[in-house]
């Protein structure tokens, strides 16, 4: 005998998993993500500050020499001033975007390269699939920091903010190309892909069509992971002294309070400003990042009993 | 676990060695120019007291990537040094051996990252876990934002904010140094004192940071193994808690993270980089920080060798060891 | 105390062993509750086969799950009774503590899951999983006990000793599923739930693991809920049928009566869908969808889908009344 099934047919809401993935307002969305929306903030003050910056201040005044020197904070130098004489108002003003555009390039790059490369992998599959695979494992094992030391320290000094940027992204990609590919495996078995390759799709429109926009969530919390990853490999060479030696951007401004002793001598303004800088941002990628992967995996979400 | 299987992985960890070695031997003659040579020559020009050092490092030099030999005797001779952990003397601290240096500075980066990482990943995922428990206390939740603030943080951050508070401020922990500068290492209870003393500092910063990082990791593993079959199972046989959490809830969680702590102490050998510069630790970082800054690259090199070593090392013994912890995978 | 409703008197007795009393569940979502099980109520007789069966969604599983208190939030029990009898004896599950609870799954009332493919834990021995129930219920038991009282229940389900030492990885899914009967029955329950326990399996293995849980039943004693959307696999098995829909019973009868004289449209329609061997090929559903469960309408809610509705239909909300003796339906048509 067969076995019959009552009702196993018609799509029906599942009592144990109600039906919430309706379309609902991208404002009660939010109200819902508290993470997104505070790390969202927090990010916008960042770009804002760095944005807004340059009007009220003289970004001259991030030069050496444009100061008197060591000063603790005080009315005309509200975040004091390095022993160089720079004054770190201005060094925040002029070094924030800069390590922003290291972190956004870095990132960009990628993900990018990321996305082609796993989208390629886990669309194509076969050999092409094993290649990539296997390249991404062997250069995920090889310890990032020491081989961006090497290069850093070889191209030293003449190395710029966006050559920076490119050294780092060199070994940005794998985790993104790996993590993607997975995603795209999953996917690519789904029933609606399964349809529009029997209607007669073709590959290219299965993937923007199809495949990409179920990507989206994942490949923007990628994004941000990659960027915040970037930002803190580029700010880690930069406090060892082998980024930019012109630039006062805020890995080299810790760079520069380390080599000067800033901590014994008693300045912890000049600390200050690149620590509460830095974290600062990284609280805010991190809180888009874990906002963006509630979305991308609805199960991370904290049920209220 | 079968011989064969052992001799394969062997064969893998000797592969990536032997690649790292290749790599180490060709980038500097891929450089425009000739660092090595260049930094060479600035030193015997300077003349003085070293020209005799020079000499003998020019030889020295000249042996292993000179043009006297045909090139695959001299990478041939190279791979031998490799193996003997032989990496040439060191261009700034000479007639120090590269490897001597390294391995004068392991045993402080080793006993603070083996201590830190185990501490940190035995606190961590256990903090993850519950927090991501649902009979956890409420409470725990609350602990969950600073934690996870914390790991948002670049742990050198950390040190600065620790150093200046603790060290500079407050005077509870030596400033630098990974004992009293003046005192000479040795094995009595004083000088281990001595030693704990400087390593505080360090080791918290590393393990604030890095508790976060792995209660992250693990929080979202054990979210998804709470909505496994067998926890409901578990439940319904009306296992008590403790077994459910952690026999059935964590020691499959726990699978994933495995990998990842086998890379963190595979990476313990090149050490806390900028914390150890922080601190003035005597460690590989501080080593490597060095050799960096005055081009001193037998020993960068070296260090890079060391660490791809380690790192082989440390994956090979996880790839060995997954089978007993996965029982699925030994068939 | 039962409750005085003259419906719930009538749909349980007082002898029943496990008797379900006006039970609701409901699961909290951004727009709402939604009341995945609306009032449920029925009785379980010492011994007796009952089954329960309905279109997924419908809150059967719910319902199975509900009575192990194993509901995970955002779903939770709003209300209702769920009452366990040892002879004169009453405990009200619903309202015990937690570790009470705890204490009395297993031992008292017992569940073989549904997904049976991922219900052992793939790093634990079988042998480990009988070792883990036993220790959680009684202390003190010795190795040697353990294991014999393990050999046992596999012997039960016709496995053999050895299993104890596989991982379960390397059983067959049907070698599962009889793993996952043994485990429930390790401590005798009175009480056995089965959420679909066949529902992964192929139709040959469903048929031996129906025969296991059936010998099982019998020399235990135990009375069995048996949850299914195979109303073929459910009547060979069963004694009574409660049809569900919408989170409500709507019919209880036993199985005879039922598939002969079916009362609610619902379950007809149910039942004229099966294939039979006269007209393969041809395949008839019940038309329509169920219903929203977020903010149900008031009346029938198989109204929209039935062929005989009535003005009055939506309504009344149609009580489940003794259409004739021990056949249960909520219709107005009776």
């Given at each position: ?9 018609a ?79 201005a060094?925040?003003?002029v ?45 995920l ?35 993104p ?117 509630e979305?991308?995996n ?8 | ?53 020079v ?41 120090a ?23 940190s ?27 996870l ?6 742990y ?34 004083e ?130 060891a997954?089978?007993?912890l ?6 | ?20 009393d ?17 009032g ?15 279109e ?14 194993l ?40 569940l ?127 004694d ?10 709507v ?44 903010n ?35 219709c107005?048509?009776?």
């Amino acid at each position: 005998m067969g076995t019959i099934l009552v009702g196993q047919a018609a799509p029906a809401a599942d009592a144990a998993m109600p039906t919430v993935r309706r379309h609902i307002g991208i404002g009660t969305y939010l109200k819902r993500n508290p993470k997104l929306v505070a790390g969202l903030i927090l990010f916008g003050s960042l770009l804002v500050f760095s944005l807004l910056g340059p009007l009220f201040i003289d970004t001259e005044l991030a030069r050496p020499m444009s100061a008197m020197p060591s000063q603790p904070p005080s009315s005309t130098y509200p975040f004091g001033t390095d022993d160089q004489g720079r004054n770190l108002l201005a060094v925040a003003v002029v070094g924030l975007p800069l390590t922003l555009q290291v972190g956004l390039i870095a990132g960009l790059v990628a993900i990018v390269l990321g996305t082609v490369l796993g989208l390629t992998a886990g669309y194509v599959g076969g050999v092409t699939d094993m290649l990539i695979r296997g390249i991404c494992d062997i250069l995920l094992t090889v310890p990032g920091l020491v081989v961006l030391i090497t290069v850093a320290a070889s191209i030293q000094g003449a190395i710029s903010v966006q050559m920076m940027a490119l050294v780092v992204a060199s070994l940005a990609w794998m985790w993104p190309a790996r993590t993607i590919r997975s995603q795209v495996l999953t996917l690519r078995e789904r029933a609606y892909v399964q349809m529009a390759k029997l209607s007669g799709m073709k590959t290219p429109e299965i993937i923007f069509r199809e495949i990409m926009p179920n990507l989206l969530p994942f490949l923007a919390a990628s994004f941000v992971g990659s960027v915040a990853a970037a930002i803190l490999a580029s700010i880690g060479l930069e406090a060892l002294g082998l980024g930019p030696q012109n630039e006062p951007t805020l890995g080299m401004t810790i760079y520069w309070a380390i080599s000067f002793n800033a901590v014994i001598r008693g300045m912890w303004w000049w600390l200050t400003m690149p620590i509460v800088a830095i974290v600062i941002l990284f609280i805010s990628l991190f809180m888009i990042s874990a906002g963006l992967d509630e979305i991308a995996n609805p199960r991370l979400r904290k049920v209220s009993s | 676990m079968t011989w064969k299987l052992l001799g394969k992985r062997f064969g893998m960890f000797l592969i990536v060695i032997w690649g790292a070695a290749t790599l180490n031997f060709f980038l500097p003659r891929l450089a425009p120019g000739d660092p090595i040579r260049e930094r060479l020559f600035a030193l015997s020009t300077q003349g003085g007291l070293t020209q005799t050092g020079v000499e003998e490092m020019v030889a020295s030099y000249n042996a292993r990537f000179g043009l006297d030999l045909p090139l695959w005797q001299q990478y041939l001779n190279y791979l031998v040094d490799m193996l003997r952990f032989d990496f040439g003397y060191s261009l700034a601290m000479f007639p120090a051996q590269a490897s001597d240096l390294i391995f004068d500075a392991l045993p402080w980066t080793v006993g603070l990252l083996l201590v830190t990482t185990i501490i940190s990943f035995v606190l961590g995922t256990l903090l993850g876990a519950l927090i991501a428990w649902p009979r956890s206390p409420k409470w725990l939740e609350y602990l969950a934002a600073p934690m996870l603030t914390l790991a948002a943080i670049p742990y050198y951050l950390l040190a600065l904010v620790l150093l200046y508070v603790l060290a500079f401020s407050w005077k509870w922990f030596p400033l630098s140094g990974g004992y009293t500068t003046g005192t000479q290492p040795n094995v009595s209870l004083e000088f281990w004192w001595d030693v704990l003393k400087h390593s505080i500092l360090p080791a918290l910063s590393i393990i604030l940071a890095a508790v976060g990082s792995w209660a992250i990791g693990i929080r979202g593993m054990m979210i998804s193994t709470n909505g496994e079959d067998y926890m409901t199972f578990a439940e319904a046989r009306g296992l008590r808690g403790n077994t459910m959490f952690f026999r059935y809830g964590l020691r499959n969680a726990m699978l994933p993270q495995i990998t990842s702590l086998a890379l963190s102490l595979g990476h313990i050998v090149s050490g806390a980089l900028i914390v150890e510069v922080v601190f003035t630790y005597p460690g590989v970082g501080s080593l490597l920080y060095n050799a960096i800054k005055g081009a001193d690259y037998f020993v960068v090199y070296g260090v890079v060798f060391m660490v791809v070593l380690a790192l082989g090392f440390a994956t090979m013994l996880v790839d060995l060891a997954y089978p007993f912890l996965d029982p699925r995978i030994r068939s | 105390m039962i409750a005085a409703e003259p419906v719930t008197r009538g749909l349980i007795a007082p002898t029943d062993v496990l008797a379900i009393d006006n039970l609701q569940v409901s699961y909290r979502s951004d727009r709402g509750e939604v009341k995945a099980v609306g009032g449920v109520t029925f009785g379980l007789k010492p011994g007796e086969r009952l089954g329960l069966v309905g279109e997924s969604g419908c809150g059967k599983t719910t319902t199975a799950l509900a009575i192990m208190r194993l509901i995970r939030p955002p779903g939770r029990i709003v209300g209702g009774r769920i009452l366990l009898r040892d002879g004169a004896s009453e405990t009200d599950l619903a309202s015990l503590s937690d570790e009470r609870m705890r204490r009395t799954r297993l031992s008292e009332v017992a569940l073989i899951p549904q997904g049976s493919m991922n219900s052992l834990n793939p790093v634990k021995r079988i042998g480990d999983h009988f070792a883990d129930s036993i220790q959680a219920h009684e202390r003190r038991v010795s190795d040697s006990e353990i294991r014999d009282r393990t050999s046992e229940v596999l012997k039960m389900v016709g496995l053999r000793d050895s299993t104890a030492r596989l991982f379960p990885h390397e059983l067959s899914g049907g070698m599962k599923q009889r793993v996952c009967i043994a485990l429930s029955i390790t401590l005798s329950p009175k009480v056995i739930i089965a959420d679909e326990p066949t529902s992964a399996l192929d139709v040959v293995v469903q048929r031996h693991v129906m025969e296991t849980l059936g010998a099982v039943q019998q020399r235990l004693n135990a009375a069995v809920i048996l949850v299914g959307h195979d109303m073929g696999l459910l009547a060979q098995f069963v004694d009574r049928l409660g049809v569900m829909y919408a989170g409500k019973l709507v019919e209880l009868a036993p199985i005879r009566n039922l598939f002969e004289n079916p009362l609610h449209p619902y379950t007809k329609l149910l039942i004229s869908s099966l294939p039979t061997l006269e007209q393969r090929g041809t395949f008839r559903g019940v038309p329509g969808l169920p219903p929203s469960l977020l903010n149900p309408p008031v009346g029938c809610l198989f109204a929209p889908r039935c062929p005989s509705v009535m003005e009055r239909c939506t309504l009344e909300t149609p009580p489940l009344q003794e259409v004739t003796p021990d056949h249960w339906a909520a219709c107005h048509l009776y």
